[in-house]
């Protein structure tokens, strides 16, 4: 044998023992998340048909991309018509019962307005979130001529709220508009490098041109998926922003994200910039824009507003919502919207000081339960009747 042919067999061996071994690897991957994992872990790192084969067609996670489509201006809206053994969204895209793009002449309308927090994530049943125990509430006290719409998006910054306020909720002809607004326009301030922090927020976002999403052929890989998963390369297909949305170049929250969940924070890019010095760097001057607009939009259509301050619990341990970058960046918010209140003469509840931090109104730091969203309805309800319906009766 020349020694081209030996050096040939030897290469041929080395990929034959490497094929082999990553064969291996992958029957070992997808023994374990099939059989061993426990359901979290298998949800985490399963591939969105792998869950729909485990759980069925009809399965539903909070952020699949079942629970959403394309919106040709705002990016996505709730899918039209879902329905879930639980959940549903009405025939406009709202999650709850079907409502009239006009209103009755008898009925007092409320539109709240924000994120998944408003959506209500934390609870699968429409009826357990916030706006519908608001109206339950407010029938409960003889205001049954109140009608409230629920408008959140799960993962709506100020942005696409500003967007959902002018386009999809206006239209609606609301008496009043509630703002919620948190934790996302945190998400959109981890750009790198700073003069990629842009007011169209294409520093954080880029558009999505299908509605379908096409995994990179590496992701087919049960491994390589775990792998990249746990280094921040891609997410969890069964992430809410995996189907949702593509994410810019300059965007280092899901590297961030990912850091955190695998514990190797700080890493890459982190070593150099710490999280509170890249929010630093991107003051929260689109998010006090955006608020400014959607108030005085609403104003300008004879719409009243009633803000409210945004709630975390650090008690649950995420970076989210414990980090010192995240704590300091929900107070920076939270003293905008006061101060927005005070200076443009809107309704405020100071949520972040007045609710209880106690875990069981929690499903995570940011999200509430049935308990917790009853909690919110209460109080904007005191509030409306208080301040709006007694007032106006005098």
Request: charged share 20%.
């Amino acid at each position: 044998m020349t020694r081209i042919e030996s050096t040939l067999a030897r290469l041929c061996l080395i990929i034959i023992s490497f094929i082999f071994t990553f064969v291996l690897i992958e029957s070992l991957s997808n023994f374990y998340l099939w059989n061993i994992a426990d359901e979290a872990t298998f949800r985490f790192f399963a591939t969105i048909d792998q869950v729909k084969s485990r759980y069925g067609q009809d399965f539903y996670t909070d952020g699949s991309e079942l629970l959403y489509e394309p919106h040709h201006y705002i990016g996505y809206i709730p899918r039209i018509n879902h329905r879930t053994d639980t959940n549903y969204h009405n025939a406009l895209g709202f999650r709850g019962d079907e409502i009239t793009i006009e209103k009755p002449d008898d009925i007092y309308r409320i539109v709240s307005v924000g994120a998944s927090t408003t959506y209500g994530i934390g609870e699968p049943r429409p009826q357990n979130s916030y706006p519908s125990l608001l109206q339950d509430y407010l029938h409960a006290n003889n205001y049954t001529n109140v009608e409230v719409i629920n408008a959140g998006v799960g993962g709506y910054t100020s942005y696409e709220s500003l967007l959902n306020l002018q386009m999809r909720v206006l239209p609606l002809e609301p008496d009043l508009i509630v703002i919620y607004q948190g934790s996302n326009d945190i998400h959109a301030r981890f750009i790198w490098p700073p003069d990629a922090y842009l007011g169209d927020n294409s520093g954080y976002r880029e558009p999505r041109v299908q509605d379908i999403v096409i995994p990179k052929i590496w992701e087919y890989s049960t491994v390589l998926r775990m792998i990249g998963i746990q280094l921040g390369l891609t997410l969890s297909q069964s992430d809410i922003d995996w189907g949702r949305n593509n994410w810019s170049p300059s965007s280092q929250y899901n590297l961030l994200n990912q850091q955190h969940r695998s514990g190797i924070y700080p890493s890459g890019i982190f070593t150099d910039i710490s999280a509170v010095e890249m929010l630093d760097a991107n003051p929260p001057i689109n998010f006090e824009r955006n608020l400014r607009n959607m108030v005085a939009t609403s104003l300008a259509n004879d719409v009243e507003v009633l803000l409210m301050t945004y709630v975390i619990n650090p008690e649950f341990g995420e970076f989210k919502v414990s980090s010192d970058a995240y704590i300091s960046a929900t107070s920076e918010h939270n003293d905008i919207t006061r101060a927005m209140s005070e200076q443009m003469g809107t309704f405020l509840i100071d949520l972040a000081t007045t609710f209880p931090q106690s875990q069981e109104h929690f499903t995570d730091g940011r999200h509430f339960t049935r308990s917790g969203n009853l909690i919110i309805a209460e109080q904007v309800g005191t509030y409306i009747i208080d301040n709006i319906f007694e007032t106006e009766a005098e």
